[in-house]
């Protein structure tokens, strides 16, 4: 399959590198999962901020009834 010494080596080192690449994809990945997982704290401080404004007008419309 290889012809020479060289195709060898340079096949090797094209594997090498496929194979680099390959575990930067993984952790690129990985990471991009975790983040997809995780909201930022932006996220989360407007969903609470969103929550404690929806529950403040629950009990508004609770004690207007009354």
């Known amino acids: 399959m290889y012809a020479t010494e060289y195709d060898l080596l340079v096949a090797a080192d094209r594997c090498r590198d496929r194979r680099d690449e390959m575990k930067m994809i993984r952790l690129a990945s990985a990471a991009q999962a975790e983040k997809l997982e995780r909201p930022s704290l932006l996220d989360r401080l407007m969903?609470?901020?969103?929550?404690?404004?929806?529950?403040?007008?629950?009990?508004?419309?609770?004690?207007?009834?009354?």
Do not use: N, P
Not at 48 to 58: G, M, V, Y
């Open 47 to 66: 969903q609470r901020t969103s929550r404690a404004l929806q529950f403040q007008a629950s009990h508004r419309k609770v004690g207007a009834a009354a």
